[in-house]
Every structure is written in C-alpha cells, then in structure tokens.
C-alpha cells in the first residue's frame, strides 16, 4: 500500500491515513521484538525492552507534524519529518547531536526547516526558473510500505521509505512526471544513510533535466576550528563572485570568512576535521560529483529570520550535489544518488590523526 500523496489541502486525509499504517506498523514492530525477546509463552514477553527499544516510530513533531524515529541498539538515532522528507537529528551512540538546526527554525509548511538535510530538488539555489532549492523540501511525502529493493550492505532495521510525486500544483511550475523514492537507514554502527531514487514516469516521450542536493547541515563546537579535508587543488565555482571559477590553494580548506562554494568532480569521500570536538566527519557518495561548501557569516546570519544572529559560529554545510552538470532522464530511465555520514572520534588536535587514513579507508 501506498499513500495517496498530500498536499496542503488535504492534509488531514494524510493525517488519518497516517495514523492508520502507524499503529499497524508499530504493532508489528513491537511483536516482532516481544518475540525475540521471548519466543513463545507470555513469560518470555519482555515489554520492557519493547518499550525502550524500537528501531522505527511514528510520532508527533514540532507544530504536530509527523515524523519517523529510527533507533539502533547501540543508542544512535535519527528523525524524520515526513514534511520535506527531511532529516532533522541524527545522534551517535552517546547522544549527542551531530547535525545543526537552527533555535529559530519554523516548523509550519510552506516554510523549509532551517538545518538538519533539506532535500534540493528539482532545482539546486536559483540555477532556475523554480523557487530557490526547489520544492521537494517543502512537500508533505508519503510513506512507500512497498519499495523496491534496495542494494544493501546493511542489516540493520532501522530505516523509513518514503516517496514524493507531483502534485496538479507541482506540474504546473515544473511540468514533468516523476517518482521519486528516499530511503533513511540508520546502520549498526550508528552511520546515518541517505539514498534517492528519481525516475521520469512520463508517458509523453520526453526528458528531463534537474540539479540536486542533499544540504547537510553539520553540527560543529567553533567554525573557526573546523577544517575540510579531499578538496584540496579542486576547482570550485564561487557563488560568492558570480560563479566564478576558481582552483582551491592550500592543503586544506578553513573558514575566516562567508564561503559559498561549488566543488566540481569531487572525490567519493571528504572529511570534516573539528579541532575542539576531537570528532571528524566522513563523508561517502555516490552519483553524486559536486560538493557544495556554505556558511553565511555573520551578516547574513543576521539578515536570515529563521537563524541565530551567532549560529553560523556552530555549522558547516558540506552538501553532496549533482550541480555543475544537470541530470538527465528519458521516460523510464531511474537516477540514484547515495549519501552515507560517518562521526568518528579523532585525535587531530594532537597531531595524531591523518586525513588521508581517513579518506581513503572504506
């Protein structure tokens, strides 16, 4: 089964329809841990563990907005607002929060939450005729209950599917059929995994072309402190001087300043260093060749009504992007773009961690 798709107008048909497959799944959900927990007789029932531990969870958000808890028995989690399809936390296994989300951000549709990983879709920025970004981020999405398989490494249980197709409203600003299909996983390790699947299900013959961008927002303790690493010698479009382009210099990249940059064929993996935390980021994609590198600084910061005058001091957006070189779709044709974040503890500050270990591990 699979939900109508919801607009505005009939929200709370979605509503009901989401609360109806919520109960049912999470009925399903804690049986199946009753049973491992047990196997048989009512004794062997432990509710206790149900209770404290469900890998999927359907819930109340801000401003009552449905989302998705995905928990790994380790303790790491991450949630899901069916609006926009978007990420808003992701935790390791001690808790703490690695994605920023602004103080400010409104939670009331049609407005984009501020932070977490927005999904820019069909259209990255204004590189179009289309709303800045898009629209996918501002879209109520469905839950698919009967996806197609995805290719996965991972047994973990902890994932959601969800898919977005226009509306009558979408195709009159962007007149193209589509299907387009997300998976949210959480792995054992507690690696937060993104996977997006665009097919062009028009019936009238004809292709189309979008740009794309998983706008990750990165929790980090001082921006000043922070470093990227795989992007070294890359050209790069600065949005900043009218797109201009621009080789990188340096063996790393730093932040004293706003940056708003475009890094053209990108390696599969980048890595974000922050000096205080003693944690660094590793970033895995696929399909996926540009990286978008942003933080507005203070005076945008201030400009921005849903952003903290001096929260541009605690993230870094590092976005895996298909920018520079549209993609394109004939009828039927399917585009797959895969997001893969890793947290680990590092010890850069002493000098002990080398970038390079880390990019080019698995």
């Given amino acids: 089964m699979i939900f109508k798709d919801s607009t505005l107008k009939d929200k709370k048909t979605f509503q009901r329809d989401f609360i109806f497959i919520s109960n049912a799944v999470n009925f399903h959900i804690k049986r199946r841990v009753e049973n491992l927990g047990g196997g048989g007789g009512g004794s062997g029932f432990k509710i206790m563990s149900t209770e404290k531990f469900l890998p999927v969870e359907f819930c109340k958000g801000n401003n009552g907005l449905d989302k998705v808890v995905l928990r790994e028995s380790r303790g790491s989690s991450a949630e899901v607002y069916l609006y926009g399809g978007h990420v808003t936390s992701w935790k390791n296994d001690h808790g703490e929060e690695l994605l920023f989300v602004s103080s400010k951000a409104t939670f009331k549709p049609p407005k984009a939450i501020r932070g977490g990983i927005p999904i820019c879709f069909p259209q990255f920025a204004s590189l179009g005729s289309l709303e800045s970004h898009g629209f996918a981020r501002n879209r109520f999405w469905s839950i698919d209950t009967d996806p197609p398989a995805f290719p996965t490494n991972s047994s973990s249980k902890a994932y959601i599917d969800l898919i977005l197709r226009p509306s009558e409203e979408d195709l009159k600003i962007w007149p193209h059929s589509f299907e387009f299909r997300l998976r949210v996983a959480l792995t054992p390790g507690g690696d937060l995994m993104l996977i997006s699947r665009v097919r062009n299900t028009s019936t009238d013959g004809k292709p189309f072309s979008f740009t794309f961008a998983y706008h990750t927002y990165f929790s980090v303790s001082d921006i000043s402190e922070v470093r990227v690493e795989g992007l070294e010698t890359l050209d790069y479009l600065d949005n900043l001087q009218n797109k201009e382009r621009f080789t990188e210099q340096g063996d790393a990249i ?109």
């Fill in 254 to 362: 730093t932040f004293e300043s706003e940056v708003d940059k475009i890094y053209l064929s990108t390696p599969t993996k980048i890595a974000i260093l922050d000096h205080e935390k003693k944690r660094t980021f590793v970033i895995r994609k696929d399909g996926l060749p540009d990286a978008v590198v942003w933080n507005p600084w203070d005076k945008k910061a201030k400009a921005m009504a849903d952003f903290g005058d001096d929260e541009y001091k605690h993230m870094l957006c590092v976005e895996a992007a298909a920018v520079e070189k549209p993609i394109t779709l004939k009828p039927g044709e399917e585009w797959k773009g895969r997001l893969e974040l890793s947290g680990v503890p590092s010890s850069y500050c002493s000098g002990q961690l080398d970038p390079q270990k880390v990019l080019s591990s698995s």
